[in-house]
Nanobody, 124 residues
Framework: QVQLVESGGGLVQAGGSLRLSCAAS????????MGWYRQAPGKQRELVAA???????NYADSVKGRFTISRDNAKNTVYLQMNSLKPEDTAVYYC??????????????????WGQGTQVTVSS
């Protein structure tokens, strides 16, 4: 019913930049917040950045000033511009969306949906 497709991960040297994209598709009625989480080996998944439909943003302290989240509501797409990358940013990055689906005249409650994840590796 809904797909979140991420792209833009890869291998980069410390100090470099990457831009992640996540496009949501399917029978989407509305999208509230969208965000990016990450999970490093042996660690819990953590919030990196989030953005509401109105454009309010929230960042983890560890990425403030280096990462920028943005979204294109017309395309149901969220972006994460990552600059000044550090080895500790290495993780699988997951896209998340709080959205409502519909089918015909039926509208479903809001739910949390996840992308498949994209690997970001920062070498020192």
């Amino acid at each position: 019913q809904v797909q979140l497709v991420e792209s833009g991960g890869g291998l980069v040297q410390a100090g470099g930049s990457l831009r992640l994209s996540c496009a949501a598709s399917g029978s989407i009625f509305s999208i509230n917040a969208m965000g990016w989480y990450r999970q490093a080996p042996g660690k819990q998944r953590e919030l990196v950045a989030a953005i509401t439909s109105g454009g309010s943003t929230n960042y983890a302290d560890s990425v403030k000033g280096r990462f920028t989240i943005s979204r294109d509501n017309a395309k149901n797409t969220v972006y994460l511009q990552m600059n000044s990358l550090k080895p500790e940013d290495t993780a699988v990055y997951y896209c998340n969306a709080d959205l409502r689906l519909y089918s015909g005249s039926t509208y479903y409650p809001r739910g949390d949906y996840w992308g498949q994840g994209t690997q970001v590796t920062v070498s020192s």
